[in-house]
């Protein structure tokens, strides 16, 4: 990106498969968000898990530069949720083997946290140019 300004499809296209079929669904199922397991087979994605992606070749060079600023900020909201979003996970299991219920509350901070962390990958990694907020929303 820094030396053309435009981004190579090949390796866009295999973070999204690799986002879209293995972080998100495994994250998903892990989190207790959905009850389908993910696939075993690469290349397949859950129908409960779905991320909208379409590749765009151009790519700003000084939102790359501004990108490696703005990654500071986005990394700290990151960890803190991700703590957040692990006591969750905890509370919820325990929650879950009590009643065979799933808690909302707890659910929606886990979606929350899967969506920022989603987000913030495609953003991290070049995907696209659109600056995720710093908080989660």
């Known amino acids: 990106v820094l030396v053309t300004g435009k981004r190579n499809e090949?390796?866009?296209g295999y973070l999204h498969k690799y986002y879209a079929t293995y972080v998100i669904n495994f994250t998903t199922y892990f989190f207790l968000l959905a009850d389908e397991r993910p696939p075993l087979v690469p290349g397949s994605a859950m129908t409960s898990s779905k991320?909208?992606?379409?590749?765009?070749?151009e790519a700003s060079r000084l939102e790359l530069l501004i990108r490696l600023v703005y990654l500071i900020p986005l990394s700290i909201v990151m960890v803190i949720l991700?703590?957040?979003?692990?006591v969750a996970w905890f509370v919820q299991v325990l929650y879950a083997l009590v009643t065979g219920k799933k808690h909302k509350t707890l659910w929606d901070i886990e979606a929350l946290y899967l969506r920022y962390a989603v987000n913030m990958m495609y953003y991290t990694f070049m995907q696209t140019d659109e600056r995720p907020p710093i908080m989660p929303v």
């Open 51 to 57: 991320v909208d992606y379409t590749f765009k070749e």
């Open 82 to 86: 991700a703590n957040i979003a692990g």
């Open 10 to 12: 090949t390796i866009s």
